[in-house]
C-alpha cells in the first residue's frame, strides 16, 4: 500500500468518526445510599434534589427536581436526574 492510499485511509476513518458524533445530553443517572436510623432504607422514599455552585455557601443554579416513591433497597437507589443546561 502505498502512501497516498495510507492517507486517504486514514482521512476517510476520521471522517467517519467525525460523522457519528452525536451530541450528549444534560441527563445523568445519580446513585445514592439513604440510611434510616443508621441502618440501610428499604421502601419507596420522596426525594428532592438541588443543584449547587459550590460544595458550601453555594447558590442554586437550578430549579429543584421532586421524585417520589424512589425505590431504595439496601440503603441503594438510583434516580435519572436532568438539570437542563
Do not use: C, W
Not at 23 to 36: I, K, N, R, W
Not at 40 to 64: Q, R
Request: charge should be negative.
Amino acid at each position: 500500500m502505498n502512501i497516498s492510499r495510507l492517507l486517504l485511509l486514514g482521512g476517510l476513518l476520521a471522517v467517519s468518526v467525525v460523522v457519528h458524533a452525536e451530541v450528549v445530553g444534560t441527563a445523568f443517572t445519580y446513585q445514592g445510599e439513604l440510611a434510616q436510623q443508621n441502618l440501610p432504607a428499604t421502601g419507596a422514599y420522596d426525594f428532592e434534589f438541588e443543584l449547587f455552585d459550590a460544595v458550601s455557601n453555594g447558590n442554586s443554579v437550578a430549579t429543584a427536581i421532586n421524585m417520589e416513591d424512589v425505590v431504595v433497597s439496601g440503603g441503594v437507589f438510583a434516580v435519572e436526574l436532568d438539570f437542563g443546561s
